[in-house]
């Protein structure tokens, strides 16, 4: 019925992708070791009857030394005990390895998906496929390998059985009087592995939020490795965290199995010596089927296990079906001095197949702004102006000479595209601004953050550059968080730089001064500005306006000097008024 249900075939391919050539050998140790282990298990049991049952024969046993017969127990238990912790260390490290390839296997192919076919993913989606999620399938595999080493145990200990006697009388569970002692073993260090584990799991979901938006931003500063070295170094440290809990509880139950062998040897022996028992073959057959009963708790939760991470394996083959991002890659280019960039044509794929723009020129220093009803199709235009999404139709030149959309594409990955939705997922202001460019120094950090307008609070935080962003002190508001972020904007110098609604935290006056900070510090830049404030729009040099016909118009100021003249300085603080339309 379970096969029927969850086939665990599916299981096996899926985890069969995570794991190399060199774990196809670490499985077969894990095999065999399990194989051996419920071996010398019954061969323990067998070796039992000499011991209560003085003058039977034993085909492991050739000795009539009661010290020796026991000797030969213990050594039989002590080798089923060490070589099922192997087995357990064996799969912890399975597993472990197993869980951190799912990580890094689905985080990279989200990384590099085309964003067309994240679109439908929602952000607590890919939040929970990269993290708890995972956590679901690595249980499923570690079910897996539970669920083998129970067939091969019950498979050789129903095999002795039937040889010692055929009698299936009763069953007599041996080392639950010690179950408690073993639960016990190792607590506090479980305890500290286990918040540790909880306190990495929730950094992985901070990563992980609100991907599809952080996507872009990452990709127009080119920071894609970074960003999957960073998260391969938390998912490995997970990896290790589960990997230590699951050898704490090899241990514990190393520690049991281990006190068992010790303790029925010394008690038969004893018994041998004072009293002497003649159910040595029935003692035998109840502990090779005792031996069994733990196993049937297993069975169920690895059962349930199984059912629980079907729908989890779903989600995960789901996302490892997007493809490579569509858009090749090329070669970054630059504009000459004096070029400008001329969209002849550029229309979006459905359902947007209306939204047209025609006759779009894109000047270094100058700022584009790009407005219409929400819901209108901005975003989708900005993302193909970015070069992040594929346009149905697509002209446009520089100078005399036509490109194509890979050439254009060439052109702005030197990019930097910031969304109203993405606040900083760094630890300081030091970290944040070191992201976007490696090796700008302290003095440029500290200039950059004067010019955005975060220089008086940097002055009243005591830590400066590496104030944590979210701490108690020096919590940053939304707006100087976006600030931070336009600071990272020009410390990378784009050749493209575009902010969907990325000012919208800012009161209008701060708006302004901030975009001409900008203008000033980029002068070799294109500014494309998605936004509603008419304060905006008049210190745009020209502006494309989407009508709810989805008729797109660009129109430009009949004097950009005076446009220009028109926005405030950083110190000013005079503009239009919060929320104009």
Known sequence: MLLRA???????????????????????????????????????????????????????????????????????????????????????????????NLRRMVHARLVDAPLGELADASSAEIANVLTYNIEILVQGFSALLQLAVIGLTTAVSLAFVFWVSPALLFITPVLVALGLFAARAYGREQSAVSRQYVADMTRLFWLSEDFPRRLRYVRSFERQSAEKAGYGAISARLGLGYRRQ????????LMLELAAAAGIAGMFVLAHRWHGIDSASLIAVSLLLGRLLPYLVSTRQSCQQLRSASPALELWQRHMRHRHDALPAVPARALAVGDVLAIGQL?????????????LVLSPGELTLISGDSGIGKSSL??????????????????????????????????????????????????????AAPAASDDTMLGVLEDVGLGRWLAASREGLDAPLYGSSSRLSGGELQRLMLAQVILRQPLLAV??????????????????????????????????????????????????????GVTRPASPSSSRAAAPSPGRGEGWGEGSP
């Open 382 to 435: 900005v993302d193909v102006l970015a070069g992040m999404l594929l346009p149905s139709e697509f002209t446009a030149s520089i100078g005399d000479h036509p490109i194509d959309f890979d050439g254009y594409r060439a052109l702005v990955r030197n990019g930097a595209y910031v969304s109203q939705s993405v606040r900083p997922w760094q630890h300081t202001v030091r970290d944040c601004l070191a992201w």
């Open 246 to 253: 699951m050898e704490l509880v090899a241990a514990g139950r």
């Open 347 to 359: 229309r979006l794929r459905a359902p947007l197949e209306a939204l047209c723009v025609r006759h």
């Open 6 to 100: 969850l086939p665990a075939s599916r299981f096996w391919r899926a985890f069969a992708l995570t794991l190399g050539r060199r774990d196809a050998l670490q499985i077969a140790s894990y095999v065999a070791l399990s194989l051996g282990a419920a071996l010398a298990g019954s061969i323990a049991a067998i070796c039992l009857v000499p011991l209560v049952q003085p003058g039977s024969s034993s085909p492991f046993v050739g000795y009539d030394s009661v010290p020796m017969q026991a000797l030969a127990f213990a050594v039989a238990t002590g080798s089923f005990a060490l070589m099922r912790w192997q087995v357990a260390r064996l799969g912890a490290d399975l597993v472990s390895r197993c869980g951190m």
């Open 499 to 552: 902010l969907d609604e990325a000012t919208g935290a800012l009161d209008a006056a701060s708006e302004l001064a901030v975009l001409a900070a900008l203008k000033r510090h980029l002068p070799r830049s294109i500014l494309v500005v998605v936004s509603h404030r008419e304060g905006v729009a008049a210190m745009a040099d020209q502006h494309l306006l989407i009508g709810r016909d989805l008729m797109a």
